[in-house]
């Protein structure tokens, strides 16, 4: 009988900055877009501690180091596969699923969202300067989670966790850092306290953090072999030159040295306070994941909040080259800085346009959903036998973000690849309907066919509660999809490409114009 799954997250942010900028014309904005896109502030349940000891209310996991005795036979080896080995009495009767969103917060103002349904810590937020140097600070965390607590041992965590089939993971990102389990449902009780503790009670043994040292050397190493990646982080890197968003998200060699338990513990009590924290739970009861939050907490003496000081991200575009001896071709992105960030619902007309660009590559054998109708495969795949493969993105942050194009092509023709995304540049806020719609549709497709993930739910949930601090609904982010129009679009075109552009150029670089030749390709004089 296949059994319910619950995933568990906890996030962590620090308090974001409200954006106003005097460049987007708020009076020509889309009206309904914006009504859907901000509301009211969510409602959240105070839910009051609750003095218990913990061994009384949670069964502990048997422990077993190994197993010696003889293994168990298989009642089921002589059954055939055309014969069930389920009665149909066995399944429980069908109850009616609640998908509403709950929402509780505790005393200490830990914010805790679920859903019935079958933090800003991160390299932006790391103090690099003559008196402190944090740089990997959130990568060094992730390496180190879900070891040794001031509970469980590292190897009685992994024991643990083996013995129930539950399946954990820690990702540090560039504005929040996410610690996250799956397990079967009866389990809720267990993984919540292990989760909780590996959060709040680490005990970085010097001994756990020399041996798996190699793995930073080799988390940096695994990023420099994707190229898609690579590129990612020097966009950032050369987009906000030096500054929050342009913090490394990998471990510089040089910076081994400050992986020490002393460092790590600061870094923590900087961002690691409850208010900075929001608990997910997707196909949880909500009055269970509060009860186990609340009691793995009560014992726990909060890290003191403190108002960090704001981090406004300053964008500086720029040019970086990296040539690569091992990758023949040659990629280019050029991107743009877009306002806002997630915090604008503009958000919503960059994902349309960046559907609407579409991309994929010249090897692509069709079928539905390979968006062989977007711009650019029909436009630039179809039409240049030079380029390899091309895309659009977007990344946005809480407050800002960045749009563009990302082209691989040969070497030789690397003017005629940029020539070639200049041209889309200036055809961008030129829309058909017949574009539009299509773009819409897809996305729409797209966006409901991911939130049937529990991992992806769960982000997003947590990511809207930290900057927007409320949670559109599918059906909300639908309708915002639906209201978007030609004239939306060619706003949020006009007003990205007034910025300065980022041009990173990686692989085979002998062909590269100088960046003052690539402005002018693109139109900036």
Not at 144 to 170: N, P, Q, W
Request: glycine letters at 4%.
């Amino acid at each position: 009988m296949k059994k319910n799954i619950q995933c568990l997250n906890i996030f962590y942010k620090t308090k974001w900055r409200n954006i106003h900028n005097s460049s987007i014309v708020r009076s020509k904005e889309n009206l309904n877009l914006q009504k859907i896109y901000t509301g009211e502030k969510q409602n959240f349940n105070k839910v009051s501690f609750k003095k218990e000891k913990i061994e009384d209310v949670i069964k502990e996991v048997k422990f077993d180091y190994y197993y010696f005795n003889e293994g168990k036979k298989n009642k089921y080896k002589d059954i055939p596969l055309n014969i069930s080995i389920i009665n149909e009495s066995d399944f429980p009767p069908f109850k009616a699923v609640d998908e509403k969103l709950h929402f509780s917060v505790l005393e200490n103002d830990l914010k805790i969202i679920s859903t019935n349904r079958n933090n800003s810590c991160g390299s932006r937020y790391e103090e690099i300067n003559d008196k402190v140097n944090e740089q990997g600070m959130s990568v060094m965390l992730e390496n180190m989670a879900f070891h040794s607590t001031a509970h469980l041992s590292h190897l009685r965590t992994i024991k643990s966790l083996e013995k129930i089939g539950a399946t954990v993971s820690c990702n540090a990102f560039r504005e929040h850092m996410v610690y996250s389990c799956e397990c079967l449902k009866e389990y809720l009780p267990i993984v919540t306290n292990l989760i909780i503790g590996n959060v709040l009670f680490p005990r970085f043994l010097s001994w756990e953090m020399k041996n798996n040292v190699n793995r930073l050397n080799l988390m940096r190493e695994k990023l420099f072999e994707n190229n898609e990646l690579y590129i990612t982080e020097l966009l950032h890197n050369t987009a906000w030159y030096n500054n929050t968003l342009g913090n490394k998200l990998y471990v510089y060699e040089s910076s081994i040295e400050n992986y020490t338990s002393e460092n790590l513990r600061n870094f923590m009590l900087k961002h690691f306070s409850p208010k900075n924290m929001t608990l997910i739970g997707v196909n949880v009861e909500h009055d269970e994941l509060t009860k186990w939050t609340s009691r793995a907490f009560q014992d726990y003496v909060p890290i003191p909040y403190t108002n960090q000081k704001e981090v406004t991200p300053k964008y500086t575009g720029g040019f970086i080259s990296v040539e690569d001896k091992n990758v023949k071709k040659t990629n280019i992105a050029i991107a743009y800085e877009t306002q806002g960030g997630w915090k604008s619902s503009d958000m919503i007309t960059l994902t349309v346009l960046q559907t609407l660009m579409g991309g994929g590559g010249s090897f692509s054998t069709g079928g539905p959903g390979k968006g062989m109708y977007s711009r650019l495969f029909l436009n630039v795949l179809n039409s240049y036998n030079f380029i390899e493969s091309c895309m659009a993105f977007s990344t946005q942050h809480s407050d800002t973000g960045l749009f563009g194009l990302y082209f691989t092509g040969e070497p030789s023709n690397t003017s005629d690849i940029i020539k070639a995304m200049a041209l889309e540049f200036q055809k961008m806020n030129r829309v058909t309907d017949e574009e539009l719609n299509r773009a819409k549709k897809s996305l729409k497709s797209f966006m409901w066919m991911s939130l049937e993930y529990k991992s992806i739910l769960m982000e997003d949930l947590a990511r809207q509660m930290m900057i927007l601090n409320r949670i559109l609904t599918g059906k909300q982010l639908s309708d915002a999809i639906d209201s978007i129009t030609k004239e939306d679009i060619q706003r949020v075109v006009h007003n990205f490409l007034k910025t300065k552009p980022t041009v990173v150029v990686y692989g085979n670089i002998n062909y590269s114009p100088h960046y003052d030749e690539i402005c002018n390709i693109l139109g900036h004089k």
